[in-house]
């Protein structure tokens, strides 16, 4: 077999440091003007990617690692990120500004370049933490009737194109071992993503972006899901301080919690 | 054909004696036309019932119509007969066969798909645990709908709320699906009771799919104290215990003296203090206790997002402008290694 070719979707969400405001007309939260970064998890993928072909895990190498994200125009700046990481060449799937693709469209674009580009391996972030669907890798799993491992915590690959995966589940974790080709969605604890350099970001701007639309790659991703309303949660009051610890399990008892 | 149209003169008679029942015949007027069937997808681990996928039936008893259980793996009849006691219930589909022992999604998704199809069921409903998780989405792939994740409400038999980003917004969204595939949060929905129902139970169908996985091993944490996702109190610790040894000589006793489940944030884990499997957060555990005490935890989002809907929050903390302040209801200012020691004393006696 050649190598691996990998596929490494990444989704340009705000920045997880920014508290979300939700908008005055109670909508969507307020994204204009708001830091944006690749999602957490999409950066663990990516470092994982790069990781197979640095360290040589899979004995026929990789061949080849393409970033992906469907998102508006700026989202090509997530791709040069992931590019100066180490991926070789980005898919562009471009939406309007405000358009949001259900986890099932992505789960569908991603289908279809999967089949375009051959690929053996696809390494998703388990979840993006403006939906925090946690959807997407498993549809994808479930579309093309691939083996999935998630909330991974640990890859390792064996011969025979075996890929055993430890998995954090809930009360510990499991390991489960399947084929390429292989679905992952990756967990925190996986691995720590690198910065990218200055001379790769260099670099990067002169590796590829294919910029395309849903319908180039003749799929439908109209909503099923309409959003009726967002809100802001109700705010929580702090109760105040306490003087002593006397104090704290006077207030508990009071508050009922002992 | 026959039990299809069985099925169907079913419904409609019971969609007839809804619509004369008072109160609900408005709601009942929608229902009208396809009377609402849920499937509770109930998870079993070694011959056991798990009590914290109850939930799902607890959410499909607020959208009405009737309720299915559906559990699956080796020996089932002795787990099948205790879901089958769960109150709400009305028929249990077992299907006896240990490749679903272990529920690997790629064969137990096809299983769920066909046993859904047969049923005709209108809503698919299951915990958002990491069974859940990791089985439904690949489920509605298969359906082709589009999942609703770890909702906290029902507004009506399409209309689900939300949280997103965190938990710093709320979204309530509308489904266009024939079929509803949902994952529920567990602290937002109790658990139904284990007795009180007398469901019967049949044979599902057993698509026999394939799987590409196998599975190899687990490592679980043991612990004698209560289930950190359904605990009644919570005791958490963060970056400020410094060390595992310091952790677990601080906060276990502290947790002993109060009856509780031991939970960490991200640095805590991160740093090697707790297991992965005790952070509380966005990408941890979702907790909704009836205390919340932290030590040593300052409450960046990605914390409360996991903890914020306790019912009392308690914090001690040396910095006093930390935000997890904003949210405690009982904070203390001190460090941790004199109070925490000093609270457990006090509990004790």
Redesign the interface.
Known sequence: MSGLRILVPIKRVIDYAVKPRVNKAQTAVETAGVKHSMNPFDELSIEESVRIREKKSFPHGVAEIIAFTAGPPKSADILRTAMAMGADRSIHVEFKDGEEIEPLGVAKLLQAVVKKEKIDLVVLGKQSIDDDSSQTGQMLAGLLNWPQATQASNVGFGGDKKITVEKEVDGGTETVRGTIPMIITTDLRLNEPRYASLPNIMKAKKKKIDKMSASDLGVDVARRLKTLKVIEPPPRQGGGKVEDVDGMIAKLKELGAI | MIPRIGNSVLRSARSQLKSHSGPTYVASLSAFSRLLSSLAVLEQKDGKLLQ?ALGSVTAAQKLGGSITGFIAGSNIKAVAEEAAKVKGIEKIIAVDNASYD?G???NY?PLLVENIKKGGFTHILAGH???G??????????L???????ITAIEDEK?FVR???????????????DIKVITIRGTAFAAAETEGGSASIEDGVDSNAEC??????????KSDRP?L?TAG?VVSGGRGLKSKEEFDRVMLPLADA?GAAIGAS?AA??SGYA???LQVG??G?IVAP??YLCAGISGA??HLAGM?DS????A?NKD?DAPI??????????DLFD?VP??TE??NK
């Open positions: 914290g272990k690997l999604p790629e998704a645990s990491a069974f998780k990791s089985l439904m989405p690949r489920v509605a792939a298969l082709d709908v589009q999942q609703i994740s770890d209309t949280p997103i980003y965190a938990g710093n917004a709320i979204a309530t969204v509308e489904s266009s699906d590409a996985t196998e599975w190899v091993s687990e490592q679980l944490s289930d996702a109190k109060l991200r884990v991160d297991d992965n499997s966005q990408t555990k009836q205390l989002i990605q914020k019912k009392v929050i308690a001690i006093a302040f904003q949210v405690a209801d009982v904070g203390l200012v001190g109070k000093e609270l006090k509990l």
